[in-house]
């Protein structure tokens, strides 16, 4: 199985991996230098290994969220009029995922960053290729991780709104948690994405464990990274860059199982949608929808 260190605490997820060290006294004075809360995990290898992982927000029940339009407008007033629209059919996504899950387990482990949809819409090739603009747009969303939780879900359904924008009748294959297609073709999906972004994050600290000898790390939702996979030796910017670009081509890719999926290789070709229309189909298309149908 080999050596394996938890990126998570694994009794306070709400933590996440910060240093590693052979030595523990080394990460005692690491710890002087943390503004947030922290907790020293050893791991009894042959030459053990010292994690010091840090908290910098407390998770809260989603029952404990307020979802009105006072709370969202007074988020989102500053954004331009696209990243208000795309703001607001999120957080409806989000309420929708919180209601159809049992709230008590749905947890929210950051604050609501709507400034980052806007950049989110910034790096999307509108008019492109339609699995391109709509796996950029997923990707993207995701990547900027805006909401507090649920970004993947609701990534998807904003590549399903933007294939809709351009063919409104188009009927997306199930993608429901509780869908035994789910685990076929979705999950492995939303399990290399995190990935992924997980080395995005982390692609110095991860070179450092496999400098420990450390051969996987395992998130708090039991994916394993196996750090020979991926190439950790590089600048954090260069690699935030290249795994960027890496989770664009990954979330395209799906677009493109979509379309397969659904009998809709035509798509494949299929210009997609200017922003204006994406934007205009999000404020006029999904007034009667009801979100829950898609979790």
């Given at each position: 199985m080999g050596r394996v260190v938890h990126y998570h605490h694994p009794e306070a997820e709400n933590?996440?991996?910060?240093?590693?060290?052979a030595s523990s006294a080394d990460l005692v004075s690491r710890r002087k230098e943390l503004d947030g809360a922290t907790k020293l995990i050893g791991y009894p290898f042959d030459s053990p290994?010292?994690?010091?992982?840090?908290s910098e927000t407390e998770t809260e029940a989603a029952r404990d969220m307020d979802f009105d339009e006072e709370w969202l407008s007074d988020r989102i007033v500053e954004l331009p009029h696209?990243?208000?629209v795309v703001a607001f059919r999120l957080v409806e996504l989000l309420e929708a995922a919180v209601n159809v899950r049992e709230a008590d387990e749905f947890r929210l482990y950051k604050e609501f960053e709507?400034?980052?949809?806007?950049?989110?819409?910034?790096?999307?090739?509108?008019?492109?290729?339609?699995?391109?603009?709509?796996?950029?747009?997923?990707?993207?969303?995701?990547?900027?991780?805006?909401?507090?939780?649920?970004?993947?879900?609701?990534?998807?359904?904003?590549?399903?709104?933007?294939?809709?924008?351009?063919?409104?009748?188009?009927?997306?294959?199930?993608t429901h948690l509780d869908d035994e297609t789910w685990q076929e073709w979705v999950d492995p999906y939303i399990v290399d994405?995190?990935?992924?972004i997980t080395v995005r994050r982390n692609n110095v600290r991860f070179q450092h464990l496999?400098?420990?000898?450390?051969?996987?790390?395992?998130?708090?939702?039991?994916?394993?990274?196996?750090?020979?996979?991926?190439?950790?030796?590089m600048h954090w910017r260069d690699a935030h860059a290249t795994y960027a670009e890496r989770h664009e081509e990954h979330c395209t890719e799906f677009a493109r199982a979509v379309?397969?999926?659904?009998?809709?290789?035509?798509f494949i070709d299929h210009s997609g949608p200017s922003?204006?229309?994406?934007?205009?189909?999000?404020?006029?298309g999904l007034v009667e929808r009801d979100f829950r149908e898609l979790f």
């Open positions: 933590f996440s991996l910060k240093y590693s060290s290994v010292y994690v010091l992982y840090e696209d990243g208000q709507p400034q980052k949809i806007e950049q989110a819409l910034e790096h999307v090739s509108w008019g492109s290729p339609l699995p391109e603009v709509a796996g950029e747009l997923m990707s993207n969303l995701i990547l900027r991780h805006s909401l507090p939780n649920a970004n993947h879900r609701t990534g998807i359904a904003m590549l399903q709104f933007c294939i809709e924008s351009v063919d409104p009748d188009f009927a997306m294959p199930r994405s995190k990935r992924l496999e400098e420990l000898d450390v051969d996987l790390v395992e998130r708090k939702d039991g994916i394993q990274i196996r750090l020979a996979e991926f190439d950790l030796d379309f397969e999926r659904a009998a809709k290789e035509e922003k204006q229309g994406f934007i205009e189909y999000l404020e006029t």
